[in-house]
């Protein structure tokens, strides 16, 4: 027994989505970011009030409230995160100085816009920017930058970590209110 010979017809024109030639960091959706988290900012008498800070009766409750203060308050701890960021600048003069000069020869390498070569090689400005980014690496590390990133990120968990585990959410938060802990997004 044959089988029948079937014939689908594929023919025609499809189109590729277009893509993306972006790629990198992208200091717009970095800014898009921020401005979408200044909107979503709770308010800071109610993120500082101290009548709401207790202690928890068990650990079940404790990771139940440090979980639902994160999803809570995640734009409040983003700003106490730039916060330390920005204190830790101001008070270190020669990261700032050396970030100032970065951004300064940045700024100055896209004005001119001009390839340079480099070993035989055509640098645009991207690539210019990227190798003044390198070349202030070990000036970072003379100023003692990677202490500071440390300290930010250590000061910053655990300042954190208190609020979320001694602010009672409950407080403040009804059955009315908790609909931001259902959405998904």
């Known amino acids: 027994m044959e089988t ?10 499809m189109e590729t989505p277009p893509q993306d030639t972006k790629s990198g960091f992208n200091l717009a959706s970095l800014w898009e970011l921020l401005r979408i988290s200044r909107q979503n900012i709770r ?3 109610e993120f500082l009030q101290t009548s709401n800070f207790k202690t928890v009766a068990n650990v079940s409750r404790l ?3 440090i979980i639902r203060n994160l999803a809570y308050f995640q734009s409040n701890y983003l700003f ?4 330390l960021i920005v204190y830790c600048l101001l008070t270190s003069p020669l990261i700032l100085i050396v970030l100032g000069a970065v951004f300064y020869a940045c700024y100055k390498i896209k004005q001119n816009s001009t390839p340079v070569a480099f070993f035989s090689k055509q640098l645009n400005t ?10 202030s690496v070990p000036l970072l590390y003379l100023a003692g930058a990677g202490a500071v990133m440390f300290w930010v990120l250590g000061a910053s968990f655990f300042v ?3 609020h979320a585990a001694f602010y009672n959410i409950d407080a403040i938060v009804t059955e009315d209110t908790e609909t931001f802990l259902s959405e998904t997004v």
């Open 80 to 83: 106490v995160f730039l916060g």
């Open 43 to 45: 308010p800071w008498s």
């Open 63 to 65: 990771t139940n409230r």
């Open 126 to 135: 991207s690539q210019q920017c990227v190798a003044v980014g390198v070349a």
């Open 4 to 13: 029948p010979e079937v014939h689908i017809d594929v023919s025609g024109d």
């Open 160 to 162: 954190i970590s208190l």
